[in-house]
């Protein structure tokens, strides 16, 4: 006997895609509520040995008082936690307590224009000339050195106690920052530095662009002490989200691209707007050795536009660089709706290797991957080794372009690939891969991510065996309450 396709099938079928954006957008709603409560909704077991704590950030808020964010990375950095014991889980999470957050809570309105195009009410007369920026805190968040720190890349990190994610203030991380300092949202984790006696050692680093850039890298202890500091002059301007690191170097994607400040200064369009991408010019690759002492390198590719790396390493006398790349930089539109993006008329973020060969100043490149992905990430010991398994959030068809609804696991050595999918009706985040205790094989631990469940309006969090994407999730823990599409996070193996 036939049975009739239900409307999630027929609709799937009609659209012929996996997913449909008025599901995806209800992902993008403000989340105000501030919660603190035991998981205690939880399909399949969360493993015995998974203890520690998943700290995720993201836009909590996409409009103040019902006034429109005009992109979300202009939203106030909400932080949450979930503290993984003994088989038990506990969900918190909390705004960002930053002076502009408080400020436009209490005005009920935008008080701030945002770097990718927020704007005051008022039109541009209201807008031209505030060149202020507001510190939204939104981008990522780590523990290191005794801290939780939320970072976004424009400005200094906040301090927040671990526990209770109450917002301690502005952290100048021991006085190395001064009022108005940038520190970048993408630190890098040095599983073993020799400089350090074969101990971790983070690596972050700061962009002052101008006509020419500064770069500042630094490098932390555990305990948060500064270990090195060093400040390179690159000629040109640049826009650079994340970097790589190997043992021996920090490598930057210097992408092509231009900055007209004028539309921001006389209000029309915010400073991220101003930005244009130069497609006819070529990536410049920046390899900074960490001693601080040799000299840099520049080397020259075709990479598109890049915002995230996966990983770098050293072998053979070569640098190896893994990158999610783009045909051009998606632009913001000012008069354009975010919610109402056309995915299909965008290029895909694909994953490429960059292969560097400094004695004979070549870079070669090669795509790895033709998925549409995004949010790389490996186990935490290769970072700047080499490795062999990738975890990303990836599209649920392998070509086009589409919101994130899968987990892929890629093997790079062999091409060999695993994918968990929560299409049609789940949208994925970053996927954070958290090593088995006393296991010394690379894909021996859990995925974990944020998935918003577009049925339910409510998000889970999913642990995936790192071992066996396709078999789905060992634990789903529904949530009471949806987590707007977060960015970056990381785990702690402290339990909070
Ligand atoms: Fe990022």
Sequence with gaps: MQTLPTQEHFSVAVSALPYQRNDWKKGYESQPNEYDYWIDDIEGKIPAALNGTLFRNGPGLLDINGQRLHHPFDGDGMISAIAFNNGRAHYRNRFVRTEGFIAEQEAGKILYRGVFGTQKPGGWLANAFDLKLKNIANTNVIYWGGKLLA?????????????????????????????????????????????????????????????????????????????????????????????????????????????????????????GECVKFEPEKPTRIVVIPRDGKAPMQFLETTAGFVFHHANAFEQDGKIYIDSICYDKLPEVEPESDFRNVDFEALTPGQFWRFTLNLNEQTVERQQLEERCCEFPSLHPKNVG?????????????????????????????????????????????????????????????WVLTVVYDSTRHRSDVVILDGRDLNGGPVARLHLKHHIPYGLHGSWTPNVF
């Design 151 to 271: 970072l976004w890349e424009a400005a200094e990190p906040y301090r927040l106690d671990p526990k209770t994610l109450n917002t301690i203030g502005i952290d100048y991380l021991d006085g190395l920052l001064k009022e108005g300092d940038s520190f970048a949202a993408h630190p890098r984790i040095d599983p073993s530095c020799d400089y350090n006696a074969g101990e971790p050692v983070l690596v972050n680093f700061a962009i002052k662009a101008g006509l020419s850039s500064t770069i500042i890298i630094y490098e932390f202890d555990q305990s948060g002490k500064l270990l090195r500091r060093q400040s390179r002059s690159i000629p040109g301007f640049a826009f650079i989200h994340d970097f790589v690191i190997t043992p021996n170097y920090c490598i930057f994607f210097q992408n092509a691209v231009s900055f007209n400040p004028i539309p921001f200064a006389v209000g029309l369009r915010g400073a």
């Design 385 to 445: 080794r080499p490795y062999r398994y990738l975890f990303t959030g990836a599209a649920h068809n392998p070509t086009g372009n589409a919101p994130l609804q899968a987990i892929l696991k890629l093997d790079v050595t062999t091409g060999e690939q695993q994918l968990w999918s929560a299409a049609p009706k789940g949208y994925v985040s970053e996927p954070i891969f958290v090593p088995r205790p006393d296991s010394n094989q690379e894909d021996d631990g």
